[in-house]
Nanobody, 134 residues
Framework: QVQLVENGGGLVQPGGSLRLSCAAS????????MGWFRQAPGKEREFVTA????????YYATSVKGRFTISRDYAKNTVYLQMDNLKPEDTAVYYC???????????????????????????WGQGTLVTVSS
């Protein structure tokens, strides 16, 4: 069973930093795009960032551009989200997501992910809470 496990959430003061990690259960995920969504209380889930299978391409939502950095460590089957200069409006449950290797037998389709990340980043972690408050 494919699985993503997030870690790294917690309470941080405004202006502070946190690094989230997302470990994939299978090395196969190294060949597919991965990303992060977040959901604040009472709000819809928001697509935050994604990274292509080769790390050559990345995407950031306008709300986090310049403050968040996504990266991946292929040796550890892990994707990271470095969050700097955090703001109270960043408070949310953060979810790691990935293309499902079982549905993309011929490899990652970055263009499809960019066109509809909610559809193509279909494997989800359990979420980790990030609270930004003084």
């Amino acid at each position: 069973q494919v699985q993503l496990v997030e870690n790294g959430g917690g309470l941080v003061q405004p202006g502070g930093s946190l690094r989230l990690s997302c470990a994939a259960s299978e090395r196969t995920f190294n060949g597919y795009a991965m990303g992060w969504f977040r959901q604040a209380p009472g709000k819809e889930r928001e697509f935050v960032t994604a990274i292509s299978s080769t790390s050559a391409d990345t995407y950031y939502a306008t709300s986090v551009k310049g403050r968040f950095t996504i990266s991946r460590d292929y040796a550890k089957n892990t994707v990271y989200l470095q969050m700097d200069n955090l703001k109270p409006e960043d408070t949310a449950v953060y979810y790691c997501a990935a293309e499902d290797p079982r549905h993309h037998l011929y490899g990652s389709i970055w263009d499809a992910v960019m066109e509809n990340p909610y559809r193509y980043l279909e494997v989800w972690g359990q979420g980790t809470l990030v609270t930004v408050s003084s």
